[in-house]
Each structure stands twice: as C-alpha cells, then as structure tokens.
Nanobody, 115 residues
C-alpha cells in the first residue's frame, strides 16, 4: 500500500526559510508526478507547485521566485524549498502523488510564518 509522510513544517519568521519533505513508499515514485498543496484556515486548498516525472516544474504565481520543488528518485522523496517566507504562506502543506488513475495524499505538515 502507498504511504506518504510529510515533514519539515514549523514556525518561521517572515523572510526565513523552510524545507518540506515528502517520503513515499509502496509506489513507483520515479514514474509519478509530485505536487504540493496548501490550505489556510477558512480558505480553499490550492496547488502550490508541481514536478513531473521528467523534471518539469510549475508554480503558483504568488510563490514564483521564492519556492523550489524538486525530487530525489533514489530516495523516493519530494521536496519543497521555501525561501523568503511571508505571513500569507501560513497553512497546512500536503504532498500529493499522481499516477494514471490514482492520487495519494499525505497527512500534511503545518507551516506558520510570523509577521
């Protein structure tokens, strides 16, 4: 069975950095698309970043130039490097892995940015 475990969330000051990790098991990771979502209280969940199996990336406009999504297929792990954090980045961040006909979610890791 598939399991995704996020880590790396916590408290950061505005302008600081955090690195989120998504460790996957029970899946052919290298053939999958990795995505990061986030959800702030009272708001809809939004797609933050995507990295495809061939390494192509895309980002939410508000995080471009500050966040970097990457993957280490040998470690079955995806990452989200977050620099220049803003208060508006606060929320629970979820890792999502896509394969044909399937979507898998982690439990989420909370990010809090102080103003």
């Amino acid at each position: 069975q598939v399991q995704l475990v996020e880590s790396g969330g916590g408290l950061a000051q505005a302008g600081g950095s955090l690195r989120l990790s998504c460790a996957a098991s029970g899946i052919i990771f290298a053939d999958s698309t990795v995505r990061w979502f986030r959800q702030a209280p009272g708001k809809q969940r939004e797609l933050v970043a995507t990295v495809s199996s061939d390494g192509r990336t895309s980002y939410l406009d508000s995080v471009k130039g500050r966040f970097t999504i990457s993957r280490d297929n040998a470690k079955n792990t995806g990452f989200l490097q977050m620099n220049g954090l803003k208060y508006e980045d606060t929320g629970v961040y979820y890792c999502n892995i896509l394969r044909i006909g399937s979507s898998y979610w982690g439990q989420g890791t909370r990010v809090t940015v102080s103003s």
